[in-house]
Every structure is written in C-alpha cells, then in structure tokens.
C-alpha cells in the first residue's frame, strides 16, 4: 500500500484502489492533473476539497490561497491560469453566484479556469446538503453566452476521471471548465482506482503564461490583447462570433453521454449526475424484466450531447426526466428537443434525493 | 452473566511485553475480559471518512444485543445530525439510546455555528455503558473535552479508528503522523476496507500495517473491524492476532 508515495513530482505511481469521499477525490485528481494551485473560499458542501488539497500542497510543492470570498476566488484563479499555472477552485450554492462574475470573465477572455461545484439546496444560503439547482447557473450563469464545458459526474471514479480532464479540456480548447457534482457526491465514500494519467498515456496539455512571455510585442510575437471590454457594440461582436465559431466547432467533440437499451426503449429514462445513478439502476431492473425502458444520460450539459440525444428522442415515445431540481435539466432538453413530438414526463423533486425504486414505480406507471 | 474470555492463543511475546504501557482499561480490552457490572465507555476517533461512526454504531448495537444498557453519543458538532439522522429510530430501535440532534429540533447547523447538544455534554453521568462518535480530525477529538467529566472518567478509552485504504493513512509513517495528531488516543482500531469490495486481504494487510504503526506509537491495536462475511472468512483472529469484531454497514444510509 505505498504506491501512493511522497516524492514531490510524482505524488501518484501505479495504481490503486482506494476508499474516499468525493471532496478528497477531487484533491487528488488535481494532483494527479499536475494542478499547481488552488484559490478557495471555504462553503459547505465542498469545504473538504480545500481540506485536502491543503495537506497535499505542501508534500508536492503546490500553491494555496485562501481569499476573502468567492469572487476573489474567481479572480485569483484567474490570475493564476494567466501567469500559466494550472489553477483551480472549488465552491457551491451561493458560492457559484459570486464565481459568476469570475468565471463570465474567464469566458471573455478565453481563460482555462477549472471549476468544481458541490451543488447544495437552493435557493439562498439553502440547505448545506445536497441539490441538482445550480445546473442552469453553472451552465449559463454568466452575462453570456455560455461559452463553457460543464461535465456532470455520477461516481467517485467519475469525479477523479472527469476531474483530470476539466484540466485538459480547459487548457485545449480555452473555455472555463467545471465539474458539476453535488453535496451526496462531496460527502459519500466509495471505492475508486487513483492512478497517474501520465502512466496511463494520457496526454496532460501543458499550461502556458498568457502575460510576461518572451519577445517583444508587435515584434517578436503578436500582442497579447487579453479583454473583456469593448468600446463599441461591433467590436464586441466581432470577437464573440469568433468565440462562437470556436464552440460551435469544438461542441461535438467535447460531448459525451452514457446510454443504455435505448435502441428497444419505448421510456427513455433521462438523468445527470449522481440521480442518473438511480435512474441507470432502475433501467437495468426494468430491462431484466423484459419491459422496453431505456436510459440517457448527459455527461456534459454545455454542450449538451444533442445529436445523440435527438437520435434517441426520435425513437422514443415517452422520456421520463428524473432530476433533484424542478426543471432546470428539463429545460436544456426541451431546447435541445424542440419540434420534436415525443412526450417529456418530469420526476422533479427539488433538492432531495432520487431512488432508483421511485424510478422504477414512475415507469412502470408510465409504460 | 460474567463473561471471561481468558487470553492465550495468538499474542506475540512481543505484545505481552508491551503491557505495562496499557492502563488497566487497555488491558481488560485488549485481552477481551469483559463483566457485565463494568462499563464500556469509548470514545471513537479519526480521519474523516475513517469509519468512526461505523464503528461506533455497531459497538453500541452489538453491547444491546448483550443486554447492556448504552447510550451512543453523536458529539459532531460540524455536522451535526446529518451522519446518525436517517438511522435513530433504527437503532433506538436495537435498543441503543441515542443523543444526537432531530432535524427538526436545529436550525441552520453547519452554517450559523456549532452547537453541543445539553444531554451530550453530561453523557458520562449516566449509567450504563457509553459509545461517543467523535468528528473528525484533531478538532473533532478535542471536542471530548467538552463533555464533562471526560479527563477523569476512569473507565474512557479513546479509540483511533484506521482504515488503510485511504491514501492519507496508508503507510505506517503516515498513520503514526495521524494518530500523534489526535490527541489522547488509548488505542487503534484495524478498520481497513474497501466498502463492498473488501476481502479478507485487504483487512490482513491493513492489520499488518496499523500494527506497525501501534508498535512505533506503544498503543494497542484493540480490535480488527470486517463486514461479516468478510469477518466469517478471517475467524476470530486477524494475521496480527488482533480480536476481529464483525460488523453491519448502517451507515450507507446515513447519506453524510
């Protein structure tokens, strides 16, 4: 069990599986990411990932700050990704609110911040607990448009997996990352494999400095033009269609889904996050019994896997969408779904948990 | 009903040597002794997601089930409520009496500041045997200071619990480093796993290294916790000698 050593630039060799909370996970896969600093807040239910990251930082050489709110939080990172540090930061509820001024920024400035939410109940300070209400937040919350990839996690390995990727996935394609899980996610343990992504063959993009480079501007290099404010409506056009041609391109590519039997399925069992846990769980027993359900789930929710999704609502008759919010993931389908006929029952039930035997008597009602 | 397991089989000499370090509690654990008229008085303590709380629910079960009156404590006061709510009636249904906050009964806790429940903090002055589930980490285990009473109470021994499973505590160094930073620790409790996906290797292997670290620390390592099933396969014994205490997951229910 000493796989997990304490050399200070490979903080994980080999492989191993491991007993964690989702909190800790998340700690370890930035160190696995080859993160170099956090900026954090302290907020319940995502209070553990600074935890952890701070005993880790100081045996690998990793940064830590701890700033007076979440805004700075943000802003920090911000800064930390624009000297070419690997940066990140974790937050949830309220929290998000105040990130989205940050994270709007980052989106204007094409910044890779890594952001990981632990959604709690809502709105206001809420429940400390556990919620699926800050997917249009986390999705849209910026004066903009949007322009950032939003992976939604259901398992430990998930958070570790995904959590490596944000890091890459923000640095390839410059738009601000998240992860999006939530408080039951944060706070549960199960087991998971840690490893090096390196060991692996996985490629880790390199960050790189957007200020004080080499060379002379306008000489050497073009200038670096780094702004999030425009003079006139054209201006601020002209740069966000190029944006938007840029997302538009990379959207595919970045999308991913789980499904299952929806080949047969006349219900399709539609769910993200920790509640597509139950609603995969449902699935299964259903299909056991020969009923035709199936199940879809989002990994991404910007961009939305909506080819896939399509393909599925077509064959579909029915889509029963499962979520701990009341409606906000129904909202992102029925957008991506419109002029479809196919019928969209909710099982909406904001800020609590999800069962997979509710799942189950919800379909079997339905079918 | 005395029970009195005399101990002999399995116990290094090297373990019999260390004896004079255990106070008379460690002692009376260690070897199994056990009396109906003594109390059992533990206080479970830890890393987070250790396994405290596991162990000290099926502690305070698995004393009912002998009969014996216990009350099982739940003195985090940073998450109050949230790791013992879903399963009270349950155990009070086992027969366990449990302190720990009703929902209902709080307001705004973990946000607007920390609260210690009136009948936690005079605990030890009821009869019977009592089980603490203390929070987390060091500031968790100095929470038993505010229970009154705690420094004195000649019959308290606070258990440290160990699951080397988890990367913070998986080698020797790193439990040894953990346990000196909780404070008063009387004892270690082996509770390596890997939730449902733990075998009999995994909790020998665990057993193998809080051993070590016990020996460096002079503590005894007071019992090996497995799943039944698991426990069925080891037998009463682990590889280290250690007494295996079976026990039953409540806590996946305990959604924190």
Known sequence: ?367 | MNQVYVYAKGQTIDGYARLHYYSWQILRQFFGVTTISQRVVEAYVGEYASGKSECAVNRAVELACQGRQVTLVDLDIVEPCYTLRPIQDELRAAGVDVIAWETRRTMGLGEAGTLLKPQARWALHRSGDVIFDVGYGVAGARTLNLVEGAAQDPDLVVLAVINASRPMTASVEDIVEHVRSLGRVDGLINNTHLAEETTPEVVQEGARLVAAAARILGLPVVATTALAEVAAVIGPRDAMGHPVRPIKRYMPRAFW
Not at chain 1, 79 to 92: I, P
Not at chain 1, 194 to 223: C, F, Q, S
Not at chain 1, 319 to 340: D, I, N, P, T
Not at chain 1, 346 to 366: D, M, N, Q, S
């Open chain 1, 1 to 367: 069990m000493r796989e997990v050593d304490n050399l200070a630039d490979e903080p994980l060799t080999g492989e191993k599986r491991v007993f964690m909370t989702g909190n800790e996970v998340v700690a370890w896969a930035a160190l696995a990411a080859q993160a170099d600093i956090m900026y954090g807040y302290p907020i319940t239910p995502q209070n553990e990932v600074m935890h952890y990251w701070t005993r880790l930082a100081p045996k690998y050489n990793k940064g830590f700050l701890q700033t007076e709110d979440e805004l700075s939080a943000g802003f920090t990172t911000i800064g930390g990704v624009m000297a070419g540090k690997k940066a990140f930061t974790a937050t949830a509820g309220p929290g998000n609110i105040l990130m989205q001024e940050p994270v709007a920024m980052a989106e204007a400035m094409r910044l890779p911040v890594v952001v990981v939410i632990m959604q709690r109940g809502g709105p206001s300070t809420g429940t400390v607990i556990y919620s699926q209400q800050e997917v249009m937040l986390t999705a849209f919350g910026g004066n903009g448009e949007g322009l950032r990839v939003v992976y939604s996690t259901a398992t430990h390995q998930e958070l570790f997996d995904y959590t490596i990727k944000a890091f890459n996935t923000a640095w390839r394609y410059r738009f601000p990352t998240f992860v999006l899980a939530d408080g039951y996610q944060g706070k549960m343990r199960e087991p998971l494999t840690i490893y090096n992504p390196v060991e692996r063959g996985l490629e880790l993009v390199p960050p790189e400095p957007y200020v004080g480079r080499p060379g002379t501007p306008g000489v050497d290099r073009p200038p670096g033009h780094f702004r999030n404010t425009y003079n006139v409506e054209e201006e601020l056009n002209e740069v966000l269609r190029g944006h938007i041609a840029d997302w538009e391109r990379v959207a595919e590519e970045i999308a991913e889904h789980e499904a299952l039997g929806t080949e047969d399925a006349k219900l399709v069992v539609v769910a993200h996050g920790v509640v597509a846990r139950a609603a995969k769980e449902a699935v299964q027993e259903l299909r056991a019994e020969g009923l035709p359900v199936g199940y879809f789930r989002p990994i991404t929710l910007r961009p939305l896997p909506s080819a896939a999704l399509l393909a599925v609502a077509r064959q579909a008759e029915k889509l029963l969408v499962v979520e701990s919010a009341y409606g906000q993931f129904g909202r992102l389908l029925r957008e991506a779904l419109y002029g479809l006929t196919v019928e969209m029952v909710p099982l909406y039930k904001p800020g609590v948990g999800v069962t997979p035997e509710e799942v189950v008597a919800r379909c079997r009602e339905i079918v």
